[in-house]
């Protein structure tokens, strides 16, 4: 006795373990590399640098935005970034990353602030930097 299968048969039965699989076929949505903008909210003017840690995933690079970029580490999955010159709220910085759909998952926490006179340290209180897609 021989069993036989009739390709149609087959097929159906190929194409509805598929469906029952899940998904719409199309495979996970490709990454989209590129820049999310670091903008800072300050209390002050006159600020002369800014430290920052930047968090969250993957960073290829970082690009100041208008200030001179004094110091960039790097570490598991934390950036430390140092900018000066007139700092003032608005766009502090971009960061270059894999995926900008994943923004939410970067976060930016401002660790000291200089006067630009004279150096001194500032309070860190009304001091804030979201990540935003531009």
């Known amino acids: 006795m021989r069993l036989r299968i009739d390709s149609a048969c087959l097929l159906a039965g190929l ?4 469906v029952a699989c899940g998904g719409d076929g199309t495979g996970p949505e490709p990454a989209d590399p590129g820049p999310l903008t ?3 909210t300050t209390p002050n ?3 002369g640098a800014v430290l920052f840690e930047v968090s969250g995933g993957q960073i290829d690079s970082v690009v100041a935005a208008g200030y001179r970029l004094r110091a960039v580490g ?4 934390v950036r430390r970034v140092v900018v000066s010159g007139n700092v003032s709220s ?6 270059w990353v894999p995926d900008v759909k994943l923004v939410s998952n970067y976060a930016a926490v401002v660790r000291d602030v200089a006067a630009r006179n004279t150096y001194a340290l500032r309070d860190l209180t009304g ?8």
């Open 127 to 134: 001091f804030r930097i979201d990540v935003i897609r531009p």
């Open 15 to 18: 194409l509805g373990s598929l």
């Open 38 to 40: 670091l903008r800072l």
């Open 45 to 47: 003017s006159g600020d």
């Open 74 to 77: 790097s570490g598991t999955g």
């Open 90 to 95: 608005g766009p502090l910085a971009s960061i």
